[in-house]
């Protein structure tokens, strides 16, 4: 690369792949099969940068609907930061975005850069590291809940409806999703995916920290002897307590930032995020 001409494209599906690799390079490790769940959420929303004609960076600008967005996959090949890519992804993907609320998980030590393009913080997330075990229990099975029900349980946690993603995430090879049902009526759910390395549990949703418990175990219990990792907003106590409990350790972790009015959502029914690119 010579650094003579700086393009931005939208990518192709499969780029979202190439994304990804990126990501997994940076040791991010992805699900396995996200790149089909992300591009689900927005085809237009992901840009590729190229230097004279080569990938050179990435930033992923999804659109949910007229309102909100979530902004990530912000990567930069490192022989070419100094050229001021990541500066006009991100102006790129805020064009994009135009008036929407945009959330982001940044990287803590970047946050002063990105409060130079008006994000603030919301609260701190940390991805947690443990093993799999067999608990002896298992919840219903998500694939048999109507999805409309679970659509309506996961519009409490999220700042926009997500239906394209979300019929994508729980359905992708190897992902198991469990659904806690307490006197006839959904009262929390998560979905264990495959990744680069081990497993991630994301979404974690409860209603309480017994409902998040019995979840935890039952996914857990989907990858015995495997390694799984939770992404939890450590501003939820019971969070906390649970991965404590689990003996797993923190291996990461981000500020969740928002450009706009920062959303109002339940914190401590959240045990898990979905993921750190997309919310």
Known sequence: MTGEKISLRRMERDEVELALEWAAQEGWNPGLYDAECFYAADPRGFLMAE?????AGCISAVAYDADF???????????IRHLGI????????????????VGADGVVAMLPKYEQIGFRIAHHNARYEGVGAAS???LADLRDLPFAELERYDRRFFP?????????????????????????????????RPCRSGFKIGPLFADTPDVAEELFLSLAGCAEGERIYL???VCNRAACDLVERHAMHKVFETARIYKGETP??????IYGITSFELG
């Open 51 to 55: 230097v004279d004609g080569e990938p």
């Open 264 to 269: 109002r959502l339940p914190l401590e029914n």
């Open 136 to 138: 002896g229990r298992r």
């Open 231 to 233: 992404d939890i907003p």
């Open 69 to 79: 967005a979530f902004a990530g996959i912000f990567i930069v090949r490192e022989q």
């Open 86 to 101: 990541g500066m006009m992804l991100t102006r790129k993907a805020m064009e994009y975005l135009g008036n929407r609320t």
């Open 160 to 192: 926009a409806a997500r239906t394209a993603f979300l019929e994508q995430w729980v359905s992708r090879p190897g992902t198991i999703g469990h659904a806690a049902i307490v006197e006839g009526r959904l009262a929390g759910y998560g979905v264990i």
